[in-house]
């Protein structure tokens, strides 16, 4: 049975995912001091000084009694017993996964601070009432996670995601006001979310509070970061770092020459070997203590190329989720532009990529780097030999443990006691289990909750449970340790195991677990725990979890079709993902049906959270959607790009997939449904640059909303198609769209669409060289603005007159306005508007015969497009290189 142990929150101990009540008091309390210090000798006087919060009884009680308090928790802890009798004191004996602190450090020692940060789940040790163990032992912890937080916030901030942490880091500074790194990081959120007045507002807010708290200045990081931004530099974000390898298995053992072997190459290396045989593992734990020879970080992807189902990862995709981990903003369309940009991104870096589980030269030659400084390492179960002869791979042929290798793995979890009392039974073991060390762990795994009972009648079991093998060696019989162990879970337990096959993605969590089965959070949890702990499901990552793919096609055996199972699934994510979308826009034209199959799905109090849970979920949702598609859940399918696609803002790399996903549901649901979904298509090829497929778009999913009178899609559609239309050079379409959209919004009464139509309409007729039309609609969209308690808004609808003014040539009517208009986009930290105005401030400046100030106007325009890389920046440039150079300047 597996034993786990929680002190980053409240005190907790699970034996296979269920709790064990643990004696509240001085049990409580001595427990949470041994876990503390996790492996280590504490003498008595210290335990009694702190079971007692240094109040003992006398000397003469004090030892006796604290043995009466060991006892007690002992027995109450049952087979989750972890407390071990040393001389003159007492140790808590824990593996490093069996405590959340240990696995806290671990992986934050391996650079992976969001999965060490998503271990905390409140209060340290909350429900532990001992004032010397929180004064004393608790303000450490609380540091190393706050240092871990702050490292974690800027690998964030690296990855491009300042919008997201806003929030997150507003709570943070009202938890820790006079935390200075936390402030200088929401600075920075909002400074590269484009609210550059929040970001100087809060320096002002913290520059006060300590002021009046301690009579100090802000520290020089903030007082820099200050002075930069009021210059409107660039403010520039370090270089990604990935660290992204996963966590390797317990009890590794042997492998000494593969792992040499390892060490002494360069370039690209082949481990190949049939399932189960641990070539992931291999790699996994060369990689982990090879982790400082490459500084540049480690990339991980597993290409799922024997997945019984899915499809192997193609490499266009693989090269795109490979640019995301290092930190590409805007990853092209194409496949071989993919592949060239990440050759290009690789190019100076010491790096490793491990590629896993590859079916084919196919999957990988595309991704390999052109120079040296990358190592990559290959799994797969086929020799992949083109890449040997034609790429200069190095091969690593793994075999199956050999026998002393794999007694020493059976040691590990069994005992060297246990295996030495019945001597001739392990070389029967190792031989029903061909020396695989997935199939020793399971067997192995399962054998430890019965510590009394021979070994032999284990192995009459296992014989009794022989089937043919799963791998493609006649002489590996593996799936008889896999069916033995299967036949001794409980009921609830085999059937969340076969369940786990119908998941299509990656990994998993507990509430997903919770839908497939039908059943409780809590309840999927335990039951997932327990496949945990007879090691037929792995978790790599903090509360994910997956199947190996030997185990997976197994499971999906046994299960065979489950459709109730599989539809429970699909409802759970995609009504999930609704509420997502719903807390991120919650006028959503388009809505899920009634869930059907009983699921609850999961709901989201804050954008933050709904974001994160999305950027998460992305890849089984893409899943999900095949999975409906196939199926025949129409409507189901199409609801995921419909609703993935509001978050594209935050995620604009997962662009082509998001065209993929549309196109995949083009024609399924209702004529509305058709229409929406490709009003929403035309945007993302917009966005993709594919143009001509965007204007032929939005003109059929136009003629669908308007068949079935979606007026308020339909002139929200119009304003998208204009604005296309006057991208690419046909303004007189766009004006003419852009007033459809006008006079729609207005029978509408939807005072936002058309202040945006009756706008882009002035803005259109100034193009056309008619500004007195453009300045009468302009006046038309303030009077529209007027009652919509909206100053952005008002301030973008102003702009379009005093454009209007400077296309008239009326400049001093033009120059206030323009003015007021620059303040108010450096409020709302619009930099690209901001830039706008100051901008045509200079142009109407300069037809005042002010030079000087138009100058001075443009080079603040310039340093704001190119802090936002425009290259209208460089257009400007030109024109002011221009001016400087004329005549008597």
Known sequence: MRAEYRVLGPLEVLLDGEPVPVPAGRCHTLLAVLLLRPGRYVPVDELVDRVWDGDPPTADRAHKTLQMVVRRLRVALGEADCVRTRAGGYQAAVEPDQLDLLRFRALAGSGDFGAASALWRGPVLGNVRSERLHREDVPQLLDERLAVLERRIEADLDRGLAGELVAELRSLVADHPLRESFWQHLMLALYRSGRQAEALSAYQEIREKLADELGVDPGPSLRDLHQRILRAEVVPGRRQVPRQLPRGVRNFVGREDELALLGKQTGLTVVHGVGGVGKTALVLRWA???????????????????????????????????????????????????????????????????????????????????????????????????????????????????????????????????????????????????????????????????????????????????????????????????????????????????????????????????????????????????????????????????????????????????????????????????????????????????????????????????????????????????????????????????????????????????????????????????????????????????????????????????????????????????????????????????????????????????????????AYLIELGRPEEALHEAGLAIDVVAALDDEYLTARVHLHRALAFVALERFDEAMPRLRSFVDAMAKFGDLDHQAVGLEQLGVALLGSGRAEECAAAWRRAIALWRELGDQRAETLAARLAELEQEPGR
């Open 288 to 762: 982990q203590e090879a982790r400082e020879s490459f500084p540049d970080g480690d990339l991980h992807l597993n290409l799922r190329g024997f997945d019984a189902d899915a499809a192997p990862v193609d490499p266009a995709t693989a090269a795109e989720v490979l640019l995301v981990g290092l930190g590409v903003d805007d990853v092209p369309a194409a496949a071989e532009a993919r592949f060239a940009l990440l050759r290009t991104t690789l190019a100076d870096r010491r790096l490793l990529l491990v590629l896993d589980n590859a079916s084919s030269p196919r999957q990988v030659v595309p991704l390999l780097p052109g120079g040296d400084g990358v190592r990559v390492v290959v799994t797969s179960r086929n020799q992949l030999r083109a890449l040997v002869s034609q790429y200069d791979a190095t091969a690593i042929a793994l075999r199956q443990l050999d026998f002393t290798a794999a007694r020493a793995l059976l040691a590990a979890v069994l005992g060297q006691e246990r295996l030495d009392a019945e001597p001739g039974v392990a070389h029967e073991i190792v031989e029903r289990c061909a020396g695989l060390p997935l199939a020793l762990r399971v067997f192995a795994e399962r054998v430890s909750r019965f510590p009394d009972t021979p070994l032999r009648t284990f192995l009459a079991e296992l014989d009794n449970a022989r089937l043919d093998a799963l791998t493609d060696h006649e002489d590996v019989d593996v799936r008889a340790v896999f069916s033995w162990s299967y036949r001794a879970l409980d009921d609830e337990s085999a059937r969340m195991f076969r369940l786990l096959s119908v998941h299509p993605g990656p990994d998993f969590d507990v509430a997903a677990a919770a839908a497939l089965a039908g059943v409780p959070v809590a309840a999927a949890r335990r039951l997932v725990e327990r496949l945990v702990a007879d090691h037929l499901v792995q978790s790599r990552t903090p509360g994910r979890y997956d199947l190996h793919d030997l185990l997976r096609a197994y499971a999906a055996e046994l299960c065979g079709d489950d459709e109730a199972a599989a539809l429970r699934m699909t409802e759970w994510y995609v009504h999930t993902l609704e509420n997502a979308a719903v807390v991120e826009n919650p006028l959503a034209l388009v809505r899920a049906d009634e869930v059907v199959s009983g699921v609850v799905p999961q709901d989201f109090s804050t954008r933050f959270d709904a974001m994160s849970w999305v950027r998460q979920e992305w890849d089984n949702l893409r899943s999900v959607l095949h999975v409906a598609a196939a199926r025949g859940w129409e409507r189901l399918a199409l609801l995921i790009p419909t609703h993935l696609e509001r978050f594209l803002a935050y995620n604009q790399l997962r662009l082509a997939e998001t065209v993929e996903m549309f196109e995949t549901v083009e024609g399924f649901g209702s004529e509305r449904d058709q229409g929406l979904l490709l009003v929403k298509l035309a945007g993302c090829y917009n966005d993709a640059r594919r143009l001509d497929d965007s204007l032929a778009c939005f003109a059929k999913g136009l003629a669908f909303v308007r068949d079935v009178g979606e007026r308020r899609a339909e002139a929200a559609g119009l304003i998208n198609y204009s604005h296309l239309h006057f991208a690419l050079g046909n303004t007189s379409a766009a004006l003419e769209g852009a007033r459809s959209a006008a006079t729609i919004s207005a029978e509408l009464d939807n005072g936002y669409l058309e202040c945006i139509a009756r706008g882009n309409t002035a």
